[in-house]
């Protein structure tokens, strides 16, 4: 991810695929990343390819200990090189999602956190009911702001309205450099899969 990106991203999620996919593409729709989740791993195990092909991994990303609501991410490079790290504030994240983002020197930098819990625990409710269920893509749609340690909001990201709830936009609020923009959207990627097995 280090050529030019325009915002809003999208992140949309392939429907009918056997383990969560979804493309990420800029405001222009080029593919930025093709993300995909390994099925029937123990620990969270998350493979960043470079387009659909799946040709190349750009990045991964996997849990630093059996999967557990504290859990965290660890991110690499195509060479392997850590860049940072995600992790879930623990109990807190049961009633509103919040997680933070640490640099490649585990030293806290961002903070992600649901804007609305109340549209999350709708969403997960209504999205259990056979037929209706179908709808609340079109209905409830939580929105994730991202902080400094400053408290500066950077971003949020944003469900849209869309079928099945398969969408997802993340929208620049103020500029970052090319290592924040790389940890923010890593670490977007993962919470987006973490929040759909919440339900």
């Given at each position: ?122 969403d997960g409710v209504f999205s259990s009911v056979p ?69």
């Open positions: 991810m280090n050529k030019q990106i325009n915002y809003p991203i999208e992140f949309e999620f392939k429907i009918l695929a056997l383990s969560p996919q979804f493309y990420v593409r800029d405001a222009e729709g080029r593919e930025i990343a093709y993300v995909k989740q390994k099925l029937f791993k123990l620990k969270e195990d998350i493979s960043v390819f470079e387009n659909e092909s799946q040709a190349n991994v750009i990045y991964t990303i996997k849990a630093n200990k059996w999967i557990d609501w504290s859990a965290s991410y660890l991110m690499t490079d195509a060479s392997g090189t850590h860049i940072g790290k995600m992790g879930r504030k623990g109990a807190r994240s049961l009633w509103k999602a919040t997680y933070e983002i640490f640099d490649e020197h585990d030293a806290m930098e961002f903070k992600i956190e649901e804007e609305n819990a109340f549209v999350k625990i709708m037929i209706l269920g179908i709808f609340t893509g079109y209905v409830f749609n939580p929105t994730y702001n991202i902080f400094r340690k400053d408290g500066s909001k950077v971003a949020h990201f944003v469900k849209e309205a869309s079928f099945l709830g398969k969408k997802f936009k993340l929208h620049q609020d103020e500029e970052l450099n090319v290592q924040e923009e790389e940890r923010i959207i890593l670490s977007l990627m993962m919470m987006i899969l973490l929040e759909r097995s919440r339900g």
